[in-house]
């Protein structure tokens, strides 16, 4: 068996993902920013507001140990970045995407409907600090998304991409410029999430909250700058997720889903001018339930995106 809060996770799990950054110690030039930083921790330089388009293809499995059930879930996300550097050291993004998919259920000697995902996901502010230390920056920020609305479930089980809550998560990370390369590595705590309403309409209708299921990410990475326009870059990164409350009826129960996450991704950024860089990625990952009664066996994750940045 499946629990509902583990299935209808996959928009916000692979969207909070989909971009990261670049230009540590980055310099404005006459024909626009310089390219000299990492990709995964991105910052606009002073004076530069940068819009980055993106879309691409998302999928999750998900198989049940108690039965031979299974559900296959698929998602595209098309939105759109914005991001302002006030200066070198601060700037402002700002993140909007719409997506639609779908949920194929296999249910062997029974029925199990198939469930289409749609909407908006919650938009996301992101404050960027960057601190210059010799050949390193220390970068540290926090991530504001906010639900537009409730999460809504449809009698027959099509929902919208909403959360129906509030995150605030502060970051911390660093990276080193050394020769033809940079390491480095960032962490994420979910310092406060409210608690997330869902309008269920499937039989018996009723309303919830859930509640915690703080998120603590951890990533390194490491890119290699080869001449010219290309970079290869591939990062190792870790999720642990506490367990949801849900709160129904005047009643609170605790769900066995709490969880850690790795995953494995690889990205090639393009810089075909310092003003435009195409940035291709693929990313993996596989989630492991620490309790023997959340009923998931296996749940991997698989995404393909691709994001242009286009500096003014």
């Not at 908006?120 to 920056?137: E, K, M, S």
């Not at 540290?140 to 919208?160: E, P, T, V, Y």
């Not at 979910?190 to 859930?210: I, M, N, V």
């Not at 190792?236 to 850690?260: C, F, M, R, V």
């Amino acid at each position: 068996m499946f629990s509902r809060p583990a299935l209808l996770s996959l928009a916000t799990l692979l969207f909070m993902t989909s971009a990261h950054a670049e230009d540590i110690g980055a310099q404005n030039t006459p024909e626009g920013p310089s390219n000299t930083g990492s990709q995964y921790l991105h910052q606009a330089t002073g004076g530069t507001f940068e819009l980055s388009p993106f879309t691409g293809v998302m999928s999750r499995k998900q198989s049940a140990k108690a039965s031979q059930n299974k559900r296959e879930s698929t998602l595209l996300p098309l939105g759109v970045m914005g991001e302002y550097g006030f200066s070198d050291l601060f700037s402002l993004s700002g993140r909007l995407a719409v997506g639609i998919g779908g949920t194929d259920a296999i249910c062997p000697g029974t029925t199990c409907d198939d469930t289409v995902q749609s909407g908006l996901f919650d938009p996301i502010i992101t404050a960027n600090f960057r601190i210059p230390v010799g050949i390193a920056a220390l970068r540290f920020g926090a991530d504001i998304s906010s639900s537009i609305g409730k999460r809504k479930l449809d009698k027959d089980g099509d929902s919208n991409l909403a959360t129906g809550g509030t995150k605030f998560a502060p970051f911390f990370g660093a990276e080193f410029l050394l020769t033809n390369m940079i390491i480095g590595g960032r962490v994420s705590y979910d310092l406060f999430k409210s608690e997330r309403e869902t309008q269920d309409d499937t039989p018996p209708a009723g309303s919830y909250k859930e509640s915690k299921r703080q998120e603590t990410n951890a990533a390194i990475f490491y890119e290699y700058n080869f001449p010219k326009i290309v970079s290869l870059g591939a990062a190792l990164n870790y999720k642990d997720s506490a367990a949801t409350e849900i709160k129904s009826s005047g009643s609170k129960t605790e769900l066995y889903d709490k969880s850690s996450t790795i995953g494995l991704e690889i990205y090639v950024p393009l810089r075909f001018t310092p003003r435009v860089t195409l940035i291709p990625r693929l990313a993996s990952a596989s989630t492991n339930y620490k309790s023997s009664s959340a009923g998931i066996k296996d749940d991997s994750m698989t995404e393909l995106s691709v994001l242009a940045r286009f500096a003014f």
